[in-house]
């Protein structure tokens, strides 16, 4: 597998603020890193992946104006959350596809994001 | 519209009986299937995958039976253990695709001791 860690764990805000969370691929070169985003009791809803060296694929609905992710290297992307409101207060995950057929991804430990 | 569903949102089993949490999918080119486990504020992790050329796949206590006629999966645990309270996911995928995971909603067990 992959170990997948995030930064922040926790990060506490104020509205209009922007909040920065990195992903990094430890012992994996990752072309591709996806972000999710859970609300309590919901799925995991896949919000954007993450291409390095080139622009994330978003999915319908997400802004991305408003989510910014870069992934300017193999082992790192950041999602950058930009003036935070409070109902983008959510638990954000990332993931590190492996590439292979099996479409299994290894997932970091989550950033939970309080806007305030 | 939900393509993956996991319509029961908790179940409780006792210790050493058998846990079976059940997944519906709706796109019949769904053709890989994973289930995740996640504890409270951290990542899911990997459990165990089946691919659509296969109706049963184990691994130690956990064994997926994939019925693709009736675009049904199922995730049996046995004997549950006070440690496998979780919450489970079901995710499906297009094998060699573009590797996105559509996940459920989850399943929230409880093995009491």
């Known amino acids: 597998g992959a170990v997948v860690s995030q930064h922040p764990s926790r990060v506490i805000c104020k509205s209009g603020t922007s909040v920065k969370i990195e992903c990094r691929s430890l012992?994996?070169?990752?072309?591709?890193m996806f972000w999710y985003r859970q609300f309590p009791k919901q799925s995991l809803m896949l919000m954007a992946t993450s291409n390095e060296g080139s622009k994330a694929t978003y999915e319908q609905g997400v802004e991305k104006d408003k989510f910014l992710i870069n992934h300017a290297s193999l082992t790192l992307s950041t999602l950058t959350v930009t003036s935070a409101h409070p109902e983008d207060s959510s638990f954000y995950i990332c993931?590190?596809?492996?590439?292979?057929?099996?479409?299994?991804?290894?997932f970091g430990p989550g950033t939970r994001l309080t806007v305030l | 519209d939900q393509q993956v569903k996991q319509n029961s949102p908790s179940l409780s089993v006792q210790e050493g009986r058998i846990s079976i949490l059940n997944c519906d999918y709706t796109n019949s080119m769904f053709d890989y299937f994973l289930w995740y486990k996640k504890y409270p504020a951290e990542g899911p992790t990997f459990l165990i995958s089946i691919s659509s050329i296969k109706d049963k796949n184990e691994d130690g206590r956990f064994t997926v039976f994939l019925n693709k006629s009736a675009k049904h999966l199922s995730l049996h645990i046995v004997p549950s253990q006070p440690g496998d309270s979780a919450v489970y996911f079901c995710?499906?995928?297009?094998?060699?695709?573009?590797?996105?995971?559509?996940f459920g909603k989850g399943t929230k067990l409880t093995v009491n001791p």
């Open positions: 012992d994996f070169q990752a072309t591709t």
């Open positions: 993931s590190v596809g492996l590439q292979s057929s099996y479409n299994e991804q290894f």
């Open positions: 995710a499906a995928a297009f094998q060699g695709g573009s590797e996105k995971l559509v």
